[in-house]
């Protein structure tokens, strides 16, 4: 009860401060997606797509402010498999701001974005002891603590084919993967960031980082960036690094992370967006459980040696595809499919690849145009040089949800979850086998 209290609470302070605004257009981030429906002058609770409803924020985007706030909760249950059978729930509070300024200072193409992102819960592997390499509450993590999530600015050039942007940024926010349609973490945001997340933080996590998005051809993007990579953004304790726009104390494996994308985006019915691309990280180190070539360097003042790890440097190449295949309505109605591959260097990888196949489609039923089902499948392979049981195993989880539009502000997915060889092989911390994990949960997503 304790932890819902503190929900609401902070629910009902965010709200006072969307009131204070007086504004908000939906946000577009890596859990959610827009309100289904455009805010018309019939102001009806069940039909409008934000709960408070307008609150003036119609006036405020024209005059170039664009104000958010939005609840994401996956509650989720154990039913078999791990230590105990057990429930809990994770969620996310965010608001976002975006500054036209053309509109507000007459700099054309220029653009503020500001996104704070607030998270609390629990993570069900850790409660009920599922020893899975993949969270099954995927919105849980980085703290329980209101985060800098975005504050960049972009400014649009040559009749927008290039794009420039810097600031504190997610890598997610402008590479890989961009959907979060399910529970399972394999098939939700930035890929590399699922198997890699001890140095591609992805969202709510930021760092100082700089992108260019070139289009150079029709339908066609290429993007690079530059990334402050340190691991000191994903502290928990200093709001100097996590809620203020500060720079994080150096460490010894400070570096940068360089993504480059290509991006063909397919027009007409059967839309869709293709991402190929592979990063560079500078700042390189063994991850846990392998064996690695390792680096001794004198300590400093007459200390002890160190051990700095692998200092080469570390990669990764993956694919994103998301198509649509049929056109069954007006309004968005169909099946799309995505497939996401994602291979990581062999040398320094614990989990050196991961695959996930999905298709969703909306408009299941006739008189029910907005409500969608999914389902997918994937997996997470342990690489096989790896100091554990689980070496050269592959986690399979499958996933399906029916997502029932309730209201136009709020939006339900009852979901379950089969998870086939948690952490590879089915084996925990201790090298105990453990059985496939049968899981239930709903996520509930609310526009204020």
């Not at 503190?6 to 959610?32: E, F, K, P, Q, Y």
């Not at 119609?58 to 170039?64: A, C, D, V, W």
């Amino acid at each position: 009860m304790l932890h819902w209290s503190v929900t609401a609470a902070r629910m009902c302070g965010a709200g006072i401060l969307l009131s204070l605004l007086s504004g908000g257009a939906h946000a577009a981030d890596l859990m959610t997606k827009a309100p289904p429906i455009p805010y018309a002058e019939t102001d009806d609770f069940w039909t409008r797509p934000y709960l408070f409803g307008d609150l003036g924020r119609t006036q405020l985007k024209e005059r170039g402010i664009s104000l958010a706030l939005t609840l994401g909760d996956e509650a989720v249950g154990n039913l078999s498999g791990g230590n105990r059978n057990t429930a809990t729930q994770a969620g996310q509070l965010f608001f976002q701001a975006k500054f036209d300024m053309a509109k507000l200072a007459g700099i054309q193409g220029g653009l503020v974005g500001l996104t704070l992102v607030d998270r609390f819960g629990h993570n069900l592997n850790d409660e009920a002891g599922i020893p899975a390499l993949q969270l099954t509450n995927e919105v849980f993590g980085r703290g329980n603590i209101l985060r800098l999530t975005e504050l960049y600015y972009s400014q649009k050039l040559f009749d927008g084919q290039l794009e420039l942007k810097g600031g504190r940024l997610p890598v997610g926010s402008d590479f890989f993967f961009g959907l979060c349609e399910f529970i399972n973490l394999t098939f939700c945001g930035g890929q590399p960031g699922n198997i890699q997340g001890g140095y591609i933080y992805n969202w709510p996590v930021s760092q100082w980082g700089g992108v260019v998005h070139y289009n150079f051809a029709k339908g066609f993007q290429l993007s690079v960036g530059v990334y402050d990579a340190n691991s000191n953004y994903l502290t928990t304790t200093d709001p100097t690094t996590y809620f203020l726009p500060g720079v994080p104390n150096s460490n010894p494996a400070a570096g940068v992370l360089v993504p480059v994308e290509l991006v063909w985006a397919p027009s007409g019915p059967l839309d869709g967006t293709w991402r190929f691309g592979g990063w560079y990280d500078s700042a390189s180190s063994i991850d846990g459980g392998l064996p690695g070539i390792l680096a001794i360097v004198p300590g400093s003042n007459g200390g002890p040696d160190q051990n700095i790890g692998d200092q080469r440097g570390r990669y990764g190449i993956y694919e994103s595809i998301l198509q649509r295949l049929t056109v069954d309505g007006p309004d968005a109605q169909g099946w799309y499919t995505f497939l996401n591959t994602t291979v990581a260097d062999h040398r320094t990888s614990y989990q050196d690849y991961q695959i996930a196949l999905g298709f969703r489609h909306t408009g299941t039923f006739s008189w029910r145009p907005r409500d969608e089902v999914g389902f997918a499948v994937g997996t997470t392979h342990v690489n096989s040089a790896a100091l554990t049981p689980n070496a050269g195993g592959n986690e399979v989880p499958i996933e399906a949800w029916y997502g029932w539009q309730a209201t136009g502000w709020m939006n339900l997915k009852f979901d379950a979850q089969y998870v086939i060889n948690p952490g590879g092989r089915g084996y925990n911390a201790a090298g105990v086998k453990t059985s496939n994990a049968w899981v239930l949960g709903i996520r509930t997503l609310v526009h204020f």
